[in-house]
RNA sequence: GCAGAGAUGGCGGAGUGGUCGAACGCGCACGACUCGAAAUCGUGUUACGUAGGAAUACGUACGGGGGUUCGAAUCCCUCUCUCUGCGCCA
């Protein structure tokens, strides 16, 4: 959600970044918002005038009482009556357009950087930097699936009997790499200065309608039959939560967080499931990072925590390349995005482990997340950004399919055998 | 889960239908005093919206939502949360 402010004084430039995102059809929301805007500040107005009226109204009957004034009050109370009966239609207008007036706001996208690469869809994003060699195996690498069977470590018809398709069970030393995986990201980050935190695995429905659109309510969130409760799709939407309607110190800023959650998800939406594999499922567990900021470290941050994962996953032997967003594959709320892909050797290309994005000020305004600026006085909304730190299962594929050998066991970098009891590789099953 | 008590500004805490954005205290900011500080004294100090260049004015907000009333922090309904006791549980 962009500032109102930024359409009353530069329309243009609102109408530009439209165009930037080819999101033509949204054009007239920018003339939309703005009737809206100068209508709902019309009735306020008068609205605001009657109240005042109201207010005056109600002390003059009070101190008419007092001398014992009947009458005079009566008749003041008729008075009185007719405002209010202006003010409740004034009320009705006013919420009316201030409603429309939400939807047109939450419609009209997000500002986005300058250096953002211009493009219709996902197919004209653009690599950036590229990590470790994406290098070939001199043997076929095997589907994911295959491995994991191959090294007993999932399994797949006891979960569709229990929960259907969409779930897993990862067993023996695949689970152990998983939490492993996990546990490694959770101390690199907390090296890196990030406060650890387990957040709420489920949230109010205020608090999802706060984090995300109804669309996308309705594709991911499983509700809790009988209660006023959701299961988190990403621990983002309780940490970013947690701030919500929240005015900050500015000695707090900035708030480096890390946080750990399984996430649950209906796919509805998106491409559907895979049958075979685990790709995308309906649980996972992730590891999150999250900045809130002031203005000007924004940018600062988004470099770092994208480099923070591919620094993780370096370190761990795979390769990795960073893929910029293009204008027309970012979401409104976002400033600024890319996503780390790792190699996958079977397919020869790289895939998404990861997402990063700046949202400035867009998700700050819509959750009313605010820090004191110190030498202004005033307080002003803070940025947020929110990065992947490794999301398991996904990240599972990529660091089978990279440390796979010809014998058919898993090579585990030094980096992760200490969670691994030592374990240098893990052995396919007889 | 049941019963009772409660939720007021950055914090503590008054206030049970009008004169309450809210006493008083703490904190904080500025000023005086001081070589400097502490103490003391004085002044100021909620947020959001609208109008305005600004000073300011008006409106809204006393956990959230709804209601009664000319008028609600105060009365009613409802939800959430906290505390105490009982129950239950890892």
Redesign the pocket.
């Known amino acids: 959600m962009i500032d109102i402010n930024l359409i009353r004084e530069d329309p243009e430039r609102v109408r530009e970044n439209i165009r930037k995102k080819f999101q033509h059809h949204k054009l007239p929301l920018v003339d939309e918002a703005l009737e809206l805007d100068a209508r709902r ?1 019309a009735l ?2 008068e ?3 009657r ?2 009226d ?2 005056r ?3 003059e ?2 101190s008419l ?1 007092k001398a014992g004034k009947r009458e005079e009050a009566e008749e003041a ?1 008729v008075r ?2 007719e405002n ?1 009966d202006r003010i409740a239609e004034i009320e009705r207008e006013s919420g009316e357009a201030e409603a429309r007036l939400k939807t047109v706001m939450a419609s009209i996208p997000n500002i986005i950087a300058d250096d953002v690469p211009i493009g219709k869809d996902d197919s004209q994003n653009v690599q950036g930097e590229v990590f470790l060699e994406a290098a070939k195996k001199p043997f076929e690498v095997p589907y994911h699936l295959d491995i994991l069977e191959s090294l007993g470590g999932i399994d797949l018809d006891s979960a569709r009997r229990t929960s259907g398709n969409g779930f897993y069970y990862l067993t023996g030393d695949i689970a152990r790499l998983h939490s492993a995986v996990l546990t490694y990201a959770r101390d690199f980050m907390i090296d890196k200065g990030f406060t650890y935190c387990i957040p709420p695995f489920m949230i109010r429905s205020d608090v999802v309608s706060g984090v995300m659109s109804f669309e996308e309510m309705e594709g991911m969130m499983y509700k809790i039959e009988g209660e006023d409760l959701y299961l988190i799709g990403t621990s983002e939407h309780s940490m970013i939560g947690r701030f919500m309607g929240q005015t900050l110190r500015e000695g707090e800023l900035p708030l480096t967080l890390t946080s750990y959650s399984p996430c649950f998800r209906k796919e509805k939406g998106s491409h559907g499931l895979e049958e075979r594999g685990i790709y995308r499922i309906h649980q996972f567990e992730k590891q999150e990072m999250i900045v809130i900021c002031k203005p000007e470290e924004s940018d600062y941050w988004y470099e770092k925590m994208w480099r923070y994962t591919v620094e993780l996953f370096v370190s761990m032997e795979i390769p990795v390349r960073q893929l910029i967003c293009c204008s027309g594959d970012l979401a409104d709320l976002k400033y600024k995005s890319c996503d780390v892909e790792a190699w996958s050797p079977r397919q020869q290309k790289y895939f998404e482990v990861g997402s990063c994005s700046n949202l400035t000020d867009a998700q700050a305004r819509r959750l009313g997340i ?1 820090y004191k600026n110190e030498k202004t006085g ?2 002003e909304f803070a940025h947020t950004l929110n990065n992947t730190v490794v999301a398991p299962p996904r990240m599972l594929i990529a660091f089978l399919e990279n440390h796979l050998r010809e014998d058919g066991s898993v090579y585990i970098p030094p980096v992760l055998r200490k969670y691994m009891g030592g374990k240098e590789k893990i052995e396919p099953k007889k």
Request: no cysteine; hydrophobic share 25%.
């Open positions: 500040r306020q107005q609205g605001d005038a109240r005042a109201r207010n109204l109600a002390k009957i009070g009482m109370k009185s009556k209010n605010r005033k307080n």
